[in-house]
């Protein structure tokens, strides 16, 4: 294999994990930059809602659908419900979350970033005596972890409704049966585990947002190369965690 | 003071400063001119402890820039206010809150003496009534006056001005370059402008230095800059016109 590729390789591997270590490094300053977590929780979870909710609700609607349709004639009527719950949980919930957000956050994460980079706004930053790592990544990491987790559970219940209104209007289930479906075969594991891909798609989105926007070169054009480059990166990394989670988890 | 000795840096085998000295007296303003690219930005960064040099040493108020901790590299930064180029400021926040950003983030201070200082400031360059603006709201020269406030926030010793008249048309260059002067004259602040614009720094320096080809080739005043035989020094300065 080309030596060059392999450097660069792992150089940019390196490069995330120096990165990454030293936004752990300034995570004793939480108390301080309390403020500026709540802007990006507020930026970054509740900017995002409307759109999980709309994509969680059809969701939801999609696979109570197809459930009910390929196995429909094969399983009991409670088991609709069973199978809409153990979908969204385990698997489509958190995917789905991770991924708009990613697709979202990501990019303007990037962006925003990047911009100050190249507009001398995060030397300005370091000339007021001000780290740029504990003011800008930092509760962007920090808000990652919190909001991915929090917009899965808000997502998985909007599913739980779509799927239901799907389930009592198109094969008249009565709304008590599906209900009670969602509690068929529960483990808790289950919904642990898809917290678990939550925390990391959080992780995963906020660190590639970030390091792509503090490594971005050059002007306008860097910007925009450096926002698809963490979408992409994001996206590519959480269907690794989603697989390596599921492998490991369940 | 600040004493530069000796300072090289090269970025991708382009060598930019190669053995640059320079030194800032206090109270003093110096004028750093030189060509486009010729790395008086570089030397800047160098100066405020963006860059580490290749070689050479930088030293402000006796303190050796590049052997310094973070944390003591934080503490030298309150000393000096810098006005970027392009102003830098951050467009998230409001105008008020880019002066008094250096102030919140380092200073345990309460949030009414804050307001204080940042109508202080404002005041000091003209600019009453924006606090509440957003940064997208304000002209060139505005941004301007709001980036030299900003870096007077924390009162320090030094103010270092980067192309503080590129961009601007000729009555607003103006106004920054009396602002400049008014300046120095009202806090006795000692500056570094690093300038292509021969009109501002004949109008705000005390001494002007030219860089070129890496090194500083002439140091003196502005009269003996205009009186010098040197002929790079002549052709930048007729190039650059009169005041």
């Known amino acids: 294999m080309n030596k060059g590729f392999i450097e660069s390789v792992f150089g940019y591997i390196g490069g995330v994990c120096l990165f990454l270590w030293t936004i752990i490094t300034k995570l004793y300053q939480v108390p301080r930059s309390f403020k500026l977590i709540v802007n990006q929780i507020v930026s970054m979870g509740i900017g995002s809602l409307p759109i999980v909710v709309v994509v969680s609700l059809f969701m939801g609607m999609v696979t109570a659908y197809q459930a009910a349709l390929q196995v429909g004639g094969y399983m009991p009527e409670s088991y609709l419900g069973m199978a809409v719950a153990k979908a969204l949980m385990i698997e489509l919930g958190p995917l789905l979350t991770g991924l708009i957000v990613a697709g979202r956050v990501s990019s303007s994460l990037a962006a925003e970033i990047g911009t100050m980079k190249v507009t001398e706004q995060i030397d300005a930053l370091e000339s007021l005596a001000v780290d740029p790592i504990r003011y800008l990544a930092m509760p962007r990491f920090v808000s990652g972890l919190i909001s991915l987790p929090i917009l899965t559970v808000i997502s998985e219940l909007v599913g739980f409704f779509g799927g239901g209104l799907c389930a009592v209007l198109l094969f008249d289930i009565r709304p008590i049966v599906y209900i009670e479906g969602l509690r068929v075969n529960y483990f808790p594991h289950e919904l642990w585990g898809g917290l678990l891909k939550a925390l990391c798609f959080g992780f995963v989105i906020a660190l590639m947002g970030t390091y792509y926007g503090f490594t971005t070169k050059g002007g306008a054009e860097g910007v925009g190369k450096a926002a698809t480059k963490a979408v992409v990166s994001a996206s590519i990394l959480i269907l690794f965690f989603d697989f390596l989670i599921a492998w490991i988890v369940f | ?243």
């Not at chain 2, 840096?9 to 060509?35: H, M, Q």
């Not at chain 2, 606090?131 to 406030?149: T, W």
């Not at chain 2, 890496?214 to 190039?239: A, C, L, N, Y």
């Open chain 2, 1 to 243: 003071m600040i004493e530069i000795e000796n300072l090289y840096k090269s970025f991708n085998g382009n060598d930019v400063l190669k053995g640059l000295s320079l030194k800032v007296k206090e109270g003093e303003t110096t004028a750093v001119i030189g060509r486009s690219g010729c790395g008086k930005s570089v030397l800047l960064k160098h100066i405020i402890g963006l860059l580490r040099p290749d070689k050479g040493d930088v030293w402000v108020d006796g303190q050796n820039v590049k052997k310094l901790k973070r944390n003591e590299l934080y503490k030298l930064r309150l000393k000096m206010g810098v006005v970027f180029q392009s102003s830098a400021l951050l467009d998230s926040l409001s105008v008020g809150e880019n002066v008094a950003l250096g102030l919140t983030e380092n200073i345990r201070i309460s949030r009414a003496r804050v307001r204080e200082i940042v109508l202080e400031k404002l005041s000091l360059v003209e600019l009453e009534g924006v606090e509440h603006k957003r940064i997208s709201e304000l002209s060139g020269g505005m941004k301007k006056r709001v980036a030299v406030a900003r870096a007077l926030a924390v009162n320090p010793s030094y103010i270092l001005y980067d192309e503080p008249t590129t961009a601007l048309d000729p009555i607003t260059a103006r106004t920054i370059n009396e602002l400049m002067l008014s300046l120095k004259k009202k806090i006795r602040i000692t500056g570094i402008v690093v300038t292509h614009d021969m009109e501002s720094a004949f109008y705000v320096a005390d001494r002007i230095a030219m860089l070129h080809d890496g090194k500083i080739i002439f140091d003196g005043t502005p009269m003996e800059v205009q009186t010098t035989s040197d002929p790079i020094v002549q052709r930048f300065v007729k190039g650059g016109g009169k005041y």
